[in-house]
């Protein structure tokens, strides 16, 4: 066992355990999706519930709702009428994300869009206490600029994978968009003043946005 291994055990020994259902979501989604390394997992989910609890949102926005555990750790912390519009591009994955919230409790507190996230931001007629960035890599400035203006002032956005795998270190392939629109957003990020902002060494980086 590495080092490394052996501090990610020990966070995990002192973090609460992951709730039954959501440790369901996870074995599920390992067995019957490709790329489960997508999914937020035990500690950042953890994490995500309890920034909610802080934060107390009542309108939450996802960008990628994957198997829809990230969703339903942010919808722990919400009350019964507080609710998360989550969006997915993939409709092949529509059957298993409502299947996931059909068993949990939190799970009436999620409304599933499939569809474009671009498409789908302009069309919610909302205004979110936070909002969580983790869709397509390429786009992310995008979402960011579209989901801006639908933050409350003192409102947050997270930006998932914004290490992107210690890429945003390394020389980047002029191919490779995905990093290289992840070192933009990042970038775009820090000179921007209508916020604050910190980034996490969380998982794979973790950007905590507020709007100014």
């Known amino acids: 066992m ?10 995990l020994a002192h973090t609460d355990t992951e709730p039954t259902y959501l440790a369901k979501v996870n074995r599920e989604t390992h067995l019957r999706l490709i790329n489960p390394r997508m999914l937020s997992g035990h500690l950042q989910g953890r994490v ?9 949102p009542h309108r939450i926005l996802e960008l990628g709702t994957y198997a829809g555990y990230s969703a339903l750790c942010m919808a722990e912390a919400l009350d019964d009428d507080g609710l998360i ?16 919230l059909a068993g949990s409790t939190h799970g009436h507190k999620v409304k599933l869009h499939i569809g474009n ?3 789908k931001i302009n069309q ?12 397509d890599k390429r ?13 409350r002032q003192g409102g ?19 191919n490779d968009k995905q990093t290289i629109e992840i070192m933009r957003f990042n970038d775009l990020v820090t000179s921007d003043t ?6 996490l060494p969380l998982r794979d980086g973790l950007t905590i946005i507020r709007k100014l």
């Not at 919610?124 to 869709?135: K, M, Q, R």
């Not at 786009?139 to 933050?151: D, G, N, S, T």
């Open 124 to 135: 919610l007629n909302e205004t979110f206490d936070l909002v969580f960035i983790d869709a």
């Open 2 to 11: 590495t080092i490394d291994n052996s501090l990610d055990d020990y966070i």
């Open 194 to 199: 209508r916020i604050e902002k910190v980034l």
């Open 85 to 100: 519009h989550t969006i997915e591009c993939d409709d092949e994955l529509e059957d298993f994300i409502l299947e996931n």
């Open 156 to 174: 947050f956005i997270l930006a998932d994978n914004t290490l992107w795998d210690g890429k945003v270190l390394q020389k980047v392939d002029p």
């Open 117 to 119: 996230a671009l498409d």
């Open 139 to 151: 786009e992310y400035m995008a979402y960011y600029e579209a989901v801006l203006p639908k933050v």
């Open 48 to 56: 995500l519930s309890m920034l909610c609890h802080m934060v107390r």
